[in-house]
């Protein structure tokens, strides 16, 4: 057994135990699923039938369990504790959202049953569309996109279609701020655009001068996020959204961060053309350790006609699924993805939407920016935040007040791990000098967040007396400690091997 | 030691015969951290000034090497592939990036010498 | 509300804290002409049990395949997903975790993507596989936008055998992005020439294998014809279950595979949410899109997991992304991977036999009981039979009424090819019994 730094025989510690791969515990011949036997046929597979083995390993039920089981432990998870992680919105997964999700009649649906066997899934759909449409106050939604960086991708396709079908092409341009998350940038890319930087004002929002400055007749649209990764809400948005349509251009509204402002602010009273909703984010579909997502675009009437297919409809004989792009589609932009969108999503965000409804909504969103309010004014006396509040939905510090410390960012969030917490985001937005973006959500209590703040200000308390060892030694508490990413990078090694056979004596 | 020059970017640039050896600056290196990555030019590619003429990358960030001067590649440095961490062990020794014959050696009088670049420096 | 945990003494505290009067002051950066006044016009707050029958009313007014004979294929499979793994998926720690930026606390994550990852790279016969994408067709988009950046060329060579939905998606991405697409037509008889439209500026060619139509096919061949003309094999897999029986596509020269893998622990679903499988040969590692989990060691030299080689992704590379993908389908690889883990080579190639063995059962019987023509000339679990009537989906809304959920009619996914009207997708998997075949024949004897 090699060394650990537990010093116990196996590597354990107490209730963290150590876990090889699967392929260092198989056995060939052993199996955790028994099947029928296979009736004896003449093989139709014709002359691409598999020889030689493919090399799994052999596990029984109850040591894949314990597998899995043990790896879980290691995980920090949002049922465990607080999860602050800004732009990402790690709120409260409801249990009945899984238990729908599992419900005989939608888990066992085959996407190309025939349609008059699937009516209430269709209106599930198209439910969940009219509860989407009425928060945002946008009169059309595609729900296929995977993702809400799919989503992107469908907002500027339904963009660029736009002006194609007005004969305009000569729009190459979409403008992003600076602050944006990387995906927008790399989503106009991905449509054949190039991107144009907008700078922010000292305030952190959108410099509503320079942006008009920019516009003109190459500029294909404008994607901003509101609120925006700064958690300010960019109150010249009306203006912007006028100024984009006044030079031709569509404006695309990052959702990402539309869990401040549900029932408060509709998107389409701001003027936009389009805006991604990331179910996981708003509406309480887990993240799954990353994924899946699911990111529906609602349109204005101007893009509406370029939604990709399928969608669904009203039609003489119940609802119907447009999947062709022809008639009612007939100026469809295209397809994202294998048939009709994230159905598993879909039912578990109309669950949480019925279960707050509308009233419970409106308060999540007010509880939401309650709990960031509440972290900066309280921790805003001792670390600094870059622009001045309120904020909406997370709280935003840079790192000056770390300045002649020696302590990083980094440093702060990976001794919040040791005390319990899941880091905030750090590093992002961009704009922002080490920045910590802190979210709590809706989901967690005062006395939670009580203990947070009581952890950032002794941290800082110590750190303004010299005592920062503990910090670049965090975290010492979890089940790995800090890993070298530089030596993943430089060797990756990215799956498995067998042993290389010990050599064999020379006969 | 030869004359070096220095971009804004920070590449720097030596010459000798015609010939032009440029790689990224000690400062650059310490900016991007362990560098993890590099991707060189094709030997032969032609470079006009400021053409994006190389990739190097760290854990966290990835950075264009920009050609301060125009030229034909003529060589380039296998060993920074090969052992990245080069790049920030001798940056503006063994760890040059390629060599290019120069087009116009006129464009070498853009660039700042080296107490110019560590004036510069001072100002970011 | 259930979910809510502030009294309102706590928020009154709160806002006291702060230092405003109430909520409303918070957002004050909200335009006042456009602030609401009250809740939107929705139902307001709901109790369990209401959701639930709300929810359950949904359910019921469909016909699910696990209550009715399904021979329903065409991408998306019933199999028998073990009570294990859904179970496991729904414990919290994986079931509320985010991406695993936090290495240190996220080594359980990190660790079933390192093995997914492995697992994916063994049935593909490929050297890497990333930590999946959104689904099959999404996959093979990137893999047609990879092939093209790594080849520097722009024009993809696309078989009448791929999905009808992956040629849709490849040709939305071309259109949008720019680059070229020669299709080849439906295939249904596997008789096209996919080699002789290769030339030196193709990127790539497309074909799915075991194909939309249900040819098993030895792609070396094709394979070989690609790399003389420079060009990359992409290879499709919409039935992941296949390559327990079928050659890897590895071992037949593929380039880059492109997977969905939904058959493996995922339910169907409608549709989604599922698990794009991505793998390539080492060598392009570089260009490849999605996610990445490597091994490393921690700060005591331990053996642990981290997301590596991210600056090809949009969140370092912004514009110059290798993707502007920033998920990975985290939880449906976690089931795929679950599910392997139980079956193991033995599970896992035994179920793919039987599989086949249903097929074959069922093709044979179609031939001989019902006297319909099997169009596919080999197979895996799903094949074409052309029908007598000229209209399939006809027939198939026919057998939906008598509650037999009877394949996909081709038309629902080529509507516009008159000539394929009277073809009928058919798949039998683990899940499908005799008496269920017998119930089709039957009722193919009357209708079809």
Redesign the interface.
Known sequence: MSQNPHGTVTGNRGLQLEEPLIFEQGVAGRTGVDLPAAPQVKSRLGKAARKGTIGLPGLSEPQAIRHYTRLSQKNFAIDAGMYPLGSCTMKHNPRLNEKMVRLPGLADLHPMQPQSTVQGALALIDTLAHWLKTLTGMPAVAMSPAAGAQGELCGVMAIKAAHEAKGDHGRKVILVPESAHGTNPATAAACGYSVESIPANERGRVDLDALKAKLGPHVAGIMITNPNTCGLFENDIVEIGKAVHAAGGYFYCDGANFNAIVGRVRPGDLGIDCMHINLHKTFSTPHGGGGPGSGPVVLSAALAPYAPVPFVVHGPDGFKLVEEEAGEAAKAFGRLKGFHGQMGMFVRALTYMMSHGSDGMRQASEDAVLNANYIQARLGDIMTAPFPGPCMHEALFDDRFLNGSGVSTLDMAKALIDEGFHPMTMYFPLVVHGAFLIEPTESEHKATLDQFIAVMRSLVERIKKGDTQFLHDAPKLTPRRRLDETLAARKPVLRWRPAAPERQAAE | MADRKFSKDHEWVEVAGGVGTVGITDYAQGQLGDVVFVELPAVGKKLGKGDNAAVVESVKAASEVYTPVSGDVTEVNQAIVDDPAKVNAEAEGGAWFFKLKLGNAAELGDLMDRAAYDAYLKTL | ??????TEA??R???Q????PS?D???????E????KQ????????S?I???R??????????????AP?F?G???Y?HHV?A?V???I???????????Y????????L??L??F???V???TGM???N??M?????STAEAVMMANRVTKRDRAVISGGL?P??R??V???A????FALDFAPPDPEGKEDLASRIDDKTSCVVVQ?PGFFG????LSALAEAAHAKGALLVVVVTEIVS??????PGD?GADIVAA?GQSIGN?????????GLFATREKF??QMPG??????????G?R???L????R?????????T??????????A?AFT?H????????????A??N??????L??RIEKEAGLAVVS????NEFTVRLKKKNAAEV??KL?AQKI?GG?PVS??Y??EAGLADLLLLAAT?TTTEEDMTALIGALREVA
Do not use: W
């Open positions: 509300m259930r979910y809510l945990p502030h706590d928020r505290a709160m806002l804290a702060i230092g405003v909520v002051a918070l957002f004050r950066d909200v335009p002409a456009v602030r609401l809740p939107v016009d929705l139902p307001t707050t709901k369990e209401e959701v639930e709300a929810l359950m009313s949904f359910a019921q007014r469909n016909l699910g395949t696990g209550s399904s329903l065409a991408g998306a019933r073990p294990a859904d179970h496991l729904q414990r919290g720690e994986f079931l509320t975790s985010y991406t695993p936090q290495p240190e606390v996220s080594q359980g994550t660790q079933y390192f093995e990852q492995t697992q790279a063994l049935l050297e890497v596989a930590a999946s959104y689904d099959g067709a999404s999905h939905h992956y849709e998606v040709a939305t991405h259109r949008h992005l720019g294998n040819q098993v096919r030895d390559l327990g029986a079928v050659t890897a037949m969905e339910p169907l679903g409608f549709g989604g949410p599922y698990v590692l570089r996610r990445l989990c490597g091994q490393t060691v921690d700060a005591d331990q642990g997991f981290v590596t080689l991210s600056t992704e949009q969140h370092i590379r912004r514009e110059k992304a993707s502007n993908i920033c998920t990975n389908s985290g939880l449906c976690l679950i392997l883990t139980l079956l193991g080579e033995d599970g896992y190639t035994r179920l036999a039987l086949h063995a249903k097929a074959v059962q093709a044979e000339d080999s197979f895996f198939v809304e939906a959920l996909v629902r996914l509507p516009k683990e």
